[in-house]
Every structure is written in C-alpha cells, then in structure tokens.
C-alpha cells in the first residue's frame, strides 16, 4: 500500500505507545484515523495531539467486549464510508510470576482483551477492509509470541494465539487484496509495564526501570517500522535488535534456546501467592 493519503485506518490502544506514536504517524501521512483506548483520558491526550492534521473519530472502550467492537467497527464504516487499515494493538501484560501462581481469573482477563481484541477486531473490520482494492490488517503479537518466556505465561500464551491466528488468516487471504501483517515487537520503551495491577509497587518500580533500560526501541521507531511494512506489505515484522537475536536463538535451537533466556532470569526466587 504505497498511498496512505486519505485512506482510513483503526487502530485499537491508541491511548499511548506503539498506538498513540502510529496514529501521529499516518496523521501526517495523510491518513484518517478511527481511534480506540480503554483509558479515556489518555485517548484524549492523543486526539489532542493530533490536532487538526486530520479527520479522526475516537471511541473509549475495551476490546475484549464483543459488541462494543463490532459497534465500533460499524461506526467508522457509517462515518468514513471505509476502511483500509485496521490495526489491533491494544493489549497489557501481568507482575511476574510463575504459572503454577497465576490465578485462572488472570489468564481469562489477559486473554479477555490481547487474544478476543484481535479476534473481535479482525472478524469486525474484515469485511469492510475486503470491499477494497487494497487493504491492510496488522495484529500486534511480540516476541513473546515466538519465544516461550519464563513468569509470562498469560502473555505469552495470548501473544502466540495471536501469531497463530493472524499466520493462518493470511494463509487463507493469500488471494486477497487485504495484506496481514504480524508484527513481533522486542522490548518498546512504553507505559506496559507501568500500567501493570499489583500492590507491590516497589518492585515493579525495579521491574519498570531495567525494563527501560534493556528496551532498545522508541515507539516512533516502532510505529515507523509498522508504517514501512504496510507500505511493502510484509508479512511478519520484527522489532528490534532484542526481538531478532530471539526469534533467531528460537529457529537456530528450538529445543536449547530456554536455557539461555534461564541463565539470565532469578525463577526460582519469584513465588508470589
């Protein structure tokens, strides 16, 4: 899709990050923008960023609601009369801990919102996208979706479901005029982290600073990565020094690669009841 002028493109958890950082991106490409967040103070902030580069409709919602999707998707075909991009890149992530810890409630709500918001997203806008002659989907899994990483495991899982969803939607669209794209961001210097539900503030303070220090990528960067691969169309998009090494280790020793993420990680230290 070399033209981005004028079309219209979704994207969901444009609050802040990746999302925020990629709707100022295609605004100054001329595209117009139907914007979502769960956090409508945030989702405000970056309609006021956008000022008036462009036309932009936002909704405040949680893409794990079905029907709040679904209306939102009919709600920008209704008001732009049709859409070229949709992306799905609302998503969180839970404190550090071990499987055997998580509740089952945590592993539903995570799935609730990065595993059904790209489900819901996808089957909602598809159509739509499919009525043009050219048209992008992009699903934001991580690199998390390639490697299984330890006290993760309601992320990862969601973040795999995600790859193996949008790798088989594009297998069945080989065909079609809409392009999927899964993109595997490594560690983004966004809010993630900080946004995460604990009572033990203190260590996700720790958490959050050497995760900013290990993450080598802006959102900027990122979001111009996802703006390139819309444009090429590609089919997987890796993000980041971090996500290449890993996706790399994953291929190259499928059955080893853990042993070094281990070295690297205290799991024995982390049981949190």
């Given at each position: 899709?070399?033209?981005i002028k004028d079309k219209v493109a979704v994207i969901t958890g444009a609050g802040s990050g990746i999302g925020?950082?990629?709707?100022?991106?295609?605004?100054?490409?001329?595209?117009?923008?139907?914007?979502?967040?769960?956090?409508?103070?945030?989702?405000?902030?970056?309609?006021?960023?956008?000022?008036?580069?462009?036309?932009?409709?936002?909704?405040?919602?949680?893409?794990?609601?079905?029907?709040?999707?679904?209306?939102?998707?009919?709600?920008?075909?209704?008001?732009?009369?049709?859409?070229?991009?949709?992306?799905?890149?609302?998503?969180?992530?839970?404190?550090?801990?071990?499987?055997?810890?998580?509740?089952?409630?945590?592993?539903?709500?995570?799935?609730?919102?990065?595993?059904?918001?790209?489900?819901?997203?996808?089957?909602?806008?598809?159509?739509?996208?499919?009525?043009?002659?050219?048209?992008?989907?992009?699903?934001?899994?991580?690199?998390?979706?390639?490697?299984?990483?330890?006290?993760?495991?309601?992320?990862?899982?969601?973040?795999?479901?995600?790859?193996?969803?949008?790798?088989?939607?594009?297998?069945?669209?080989?065909?079609?005029?809409?392009?999927?794209?899964?993109?595997?961001?490594?560690?983004?210097?966004?809010?993630i982290i900080r946004n995460i539900e604990t009572n033990q503030q203190a260590r996700l303070q720790k958490f959050?600073?050497?995760?900013?220090?290990?993450?080598?990528?802006?959102?900027?960067?990122?979001?111009?990565?996802?703006?390139?691969?819309?444009?090429?169309?590609k089919v997987r998009l890796l993000i980041g020094r971090d996500a290449k090494m890993m996706d790399l280790a994953?291929?190259?020793?499928?059955?080893?690669?853990?042993?070094?993420?281990?070295?690297?990680?205290?799991?024995?230290?982390?049981?949190?009841?």
């Open positions: 899709m070399q033209q925020r950082a990629l709707a100022m991106a295609l605004a100054k490409q001329g595209c117009k923008l139907a914007l979502n967040d769960w956090n409508g103070d945030s989702l405000a902030e970056t309609v006021q960023m956008l000022g008036d580069q462009t036309e932009v409709q936002s909704a405040t919602f949680d893409v794990g609601d079905r029907e709040s999707v679904y209306g939102f998707a009919q709600n920008v075909k209704d008001h732009f009369g049709r859409v070229d991009i949709v992306v799905n890149n609302a998503g969180f992530t839970l404190e550090q801990k071990r499987i055997e810890d998580i509740d089952i409630e945590d592993y539903e709500r995570i799935m609730r919102v990065n595993m059904w918001g790209v489900i819901y997203g996808t089957k909602a806008f598809l159509p739509f996208l499919q009525e043009q002659p050219e048209a992008s989907l992009v699903n934001i899994s991580s690199i998390f979706g390639i490697v299984g990483q330890p006290l993760q495991g309601p992320y990862v899982a969601s973040k795999f479901a995600v790859r193996g969803f949008t790798e088989t939607l594009r297998n069945e669209l080989r065909k079609s005029s809409v392009a999927i794209t899964c993109v595997h961001p490594g560690g983004i210097r966004t809010n959050a600073n050497a995760f900013d220090k290990m993450a080598g990528t802006s959102a900027e960067d990122a979001a111009a990565q996802i703006l390139n691969a819309i444009q090429k169309k994953a291929r190259l020793l499928p059955r080893t690669y853990d042993k070094l993420i281990y070295r690297n990680l205290d799991i024995e230290r982390i049981r949190i009841k």
